[in-house]
């Protein structure tokens, strides 16, 4: 069964970094495209951020671009996505997504992909 989970989500002071984990289960990563998205109350979804595993290609919103990197870990088939210098508008619950049928290198393409497996989200609440 193919899964994704995320964690790693929790309160964290403006300013402060934290890292989420996308575990996949029941496939190898190798070879996906995954994505991270986020969704803030009242808001539409917003894509973050992007890595192609097979070639390495990222792709990052100018939101987050300069703070936040998607470091992975081929031996634990997990992909991270490590946020630093946090605001409150980075509050949301964050997503990720794998689908195989793309590959990079990309461009903002990439957050308009129809991913096709999801993780449950987790909740990143950025306040003092």
């Known amino acids: 069964q193919v899964q994704l989970v995320e964690s790693g989500g929790g309160l964290v002071q403006p300013g402060g970094s934290l890292r989420l984990s996308c575990a996949a289960s029941g496939f190898s990563l190798d070879y996906y495209v995954i994505g991270w998205f986020r969704q803030a109350p009242g808001k539409e979804r917003e894509g973050v951020s992007c890595?192609?595993?097979?070639?390495?290609?990222?792709y990052y919103a100018d939101s987050v671009k300069g703070r936040f990197t998607i470091p992975r870990d081929n031996a634990k088939n997990t992909v991270y996505l490590q946020m630093n210098s946090l605001t409150p508008e980075d509050t949301a619950v964050h997503y990720c997504a794998a689908d195989a049928r793309f590959s990079g290198p990309f461009g903002s393409s990439c957050l308009g992909y129809a991913y096709v497996s999801w993780g449950q989200g987790t909740q990143v609440t950025v306040s003092s």
């Open positions: 890595i192609s595993i097979g070639d390495g290609s990222t």
